[in-house]
Nanobody
């Protein structure tokens, strides 16, 4: 079955960096756009970044220039490199892809605080 497993979250000080990973299985990873979303407590789940199957990327305005999405099709893994982190980046981060259904991982918590 389809599985998406995020990791790499944690507690980091403002200005710090984290690398999130999303290891996937159960589908042909190289065929699909992969996305990272985030959800802060009491807020909606928002799209952060996406990467097409050929590597074209797109970012929310709030993270442009600070975050970088990438993928390794041989490892069926998507990544989100997060630099210059701010307290407002605090959220649970989820990777996602969709066909006729939406597929989500369990998420990984990112907390940016001094």
């Amino acid at each position: 079955q389809v599985q998406l497993v995020e990791s790499g979250g944690g507690l980091v000080q403002p200005g710090g960096s984290l690398l999130l990973s999303c290891v996937t299985s159960g589908f042909t990873f190289s065929n699909y756009v992969m996305r990272w979303y985030r959800q802060a407590p009491g807020k909606e789940r928002d799209l952060v970044a996406s990467i097409s199957n050929i590597g074209n990327t797109d970012y929310a305005d709030s993270v442009k220039g600070r975050f970088a999405i990438s993928r390794d099709n041989a490892k069926s893994t998507a990544y989100l490199q997060m630099n210059s982190l701010k307290p407002e980046d605090t959220a649970r981060y989820y990777c996602n892809f969709h066909t006729s259904s939406n597929y989500w991982g369990q998420g990984t918590q990112v907390t940016v605080s001094s």
